[in-house]
């Protein structure tokens, strides 16, 4: 990342909704570079008089995409752009953007595993990068994520992880729900503590790799419990966001 | 910076007061995000030290009680995160770097400077934009101790450059001859990190 990043206009391609809360934004770049899976992109909006303000948002397609780049984003209610972005913004439109950015949360198959991904509502998308990755690149090392979501409403890329974890033997997918777990749901139903990490963690043990995002009290709770349990501090990276991220 | 106009948005606007008050491309915020590469460290205060280091005379060392003592002044400053978010008016009680200064004797070649803290953070800054009142440790934040998610106990703040500068848990002042990068420097952010030149990553 020596080079400098120009912004680039960016053509919207395609949009899927993933849940009432979140689409999935796909754009062709005239300038696309490779990234990292975990790596992030600058989104800047211009008003006709000059007034322009930015955004970060996580890259939810993997590195093999070549020559296009999917955001998957949040509407926050009153949010300046993600309600520009969902409401707004139509296939062919242009979309200035400048990245791929960031070098720590960034997660490749050389890294190895076993990979443990810990996310938390939207916090899946970087996790979601890295998972679409690991698989394109047919990679066999063990990997698990857990996810907590409010309800399975809003679980982002629900029939992509179960379909992944179908046909891929070493990855597994854990939900946890927080406010209303479906009917029938066997699984947990709380928020993440160190009792379901440690459970999920299990067969890794201190040589898994951790990645977590979402919301700060909960990037708190699992990098707190990941560090009792002694692993590495260089093997647990974090990405947080609070409740302004809009 | 000129722009592609984005069809049919308006922006949110603020009173003039306030927008004159944010560097370009940055958004307000009234509550106060968190942003660390990994696991907050929780350093017991018995246990904590601060020391200035590398290029100077004698190295010196405080213990958390003798920092206490050091002359504290307030701030209120503002605040604004490479990722977007500024905000105003910040609160904070601490120890001018100058003060700290005052205990030791920079060798004349040390002109740059690389803060270290609790969990291998880094950060560098050149030595003059840290003094005549531009930065601080701070141990208080709105009245209250330094919360832990927030750098507590101390942090380092510079105000006029991006807050990844403003390094939490810090432990000390390391001088150096060059500017060296440290950990979000060597990462791909800008060497420097003016807000108001949007300086964020490297080559801008």
């Known amino acids: 990342m020596q080079s400098v990043l120009e912004w680039q206009a960016g053509t919207l391609t395609a949009v899927r909704p993933e849940t009432k809360q979140t689409k999935s934004f796909t754009f062709a770049l005239p300038k696309w570079m490779v990234h990292k899976a975990g790596q992030h992109y600058d989104v800047r909006l211009t008003a006709p008089d000059g007034y322009q303000t930015e955004r970060s948002y996580s890259i939810a397609s993997p590195p093999e995409r070549v020559g296009e780049l999917e955001l998957t984003v949040e509407r926050i209610t009153d949010g300046e752009v993600s309600p520009y972005l969902h409401d707004v913004l139509v296939p062919g439109d242009q979309l200035e953007v400048r990245g791929p950015i960031g070098g720590y949360f960034v997660w490749d198959v050389a890294l190895g595993g076993p990979l443990l991904l810990v996310g938390g509502g939207s916090g899946v998308v970087p996790l979601m990068a890295m998972l679409r990755h690991r698989a394109a690149q047919h990679a066999t090392l063990p990997a698990r994520l857990l996810y907590s979501s409010r309800s399975v409403d809003d679980v982002i890329y629900r029939d992509e992880l179960d379909g992944l974890a179908r046909s891929d033997g070493a990855f597994e997918v854990f939900y946890t729900f927080t406010r209303q777990p479906p009917t029938g749901w066997t699984g947990y139903r709380r928020r993440i503590d160190a009792a379901m990490l440690g459970e999920v963690i299990k067969p890794f043990d201190k040589r898994a790799r951790v990645y977590v995002c979402g919301p700060t009290l909960l990037v708190e709770a699992v990098a707190n419990a990941l560090v009792q349990m002694q692993l590495p501090i260089e093997h647990i990276r974090t990405e947080r966001f609070g409740p302004t991220g809009t | ?204």
């Open chain 2, 1 to 204: 910076m000129a722009g592609l106009i984005s069809r049919g948005f308006l922006g949110r606007r603020r009173p003039a007061e306030v927008e004159d008050r944010l560097p370009p491309g940055q958004y307000l915020v009234t509550d106060f995000p968190v942003l660390s590469a990994g696991p907050t460290p929780h350093t017991p205060l018995d246990q904590w030290s601060f020391t200035i280091d590398g290029l100077v005379q004698s190295p010196v060392s405080w213990s958390w009680d003798a920092f206490q003592k050091l002359a504290t002044q307030t701030y209120t400053v503002d605040i604004s995160c490479v990722t977007k978010w500024t905000k105003l008016d910040t609160r904070w009680l601490g120890v001018s770097v100058d003060t700290l200064l005052q205990a030791v004797q920079v060798d004349p070649m040390g002109r740059f400077v690389m803060a270290y803290s609790d969990g291998g953070y880094t950060t560098n800054l050149p030595l003059a934009e840290m003094v005549k009142g531009q930065a601080f440790v701070a141990y208080q934040f709105d009245d209250k101790p330094l919360e832990p998610v927030h750098g507590g106990p101390a942090r380092l703040v510079v105000p006029h450059l991006y807050f990844w500068k403003s390094a939490k848990w810090i432990r000390g002042l390391r001088f150096m001859e060059r500017n060296e990068p440290g950990f979000w420097e060597s990462l791909g952010y800008h060497i420097h990190g003016d807000p108001w030149k949007e300086e964020r990553y490297s080559g801008d």
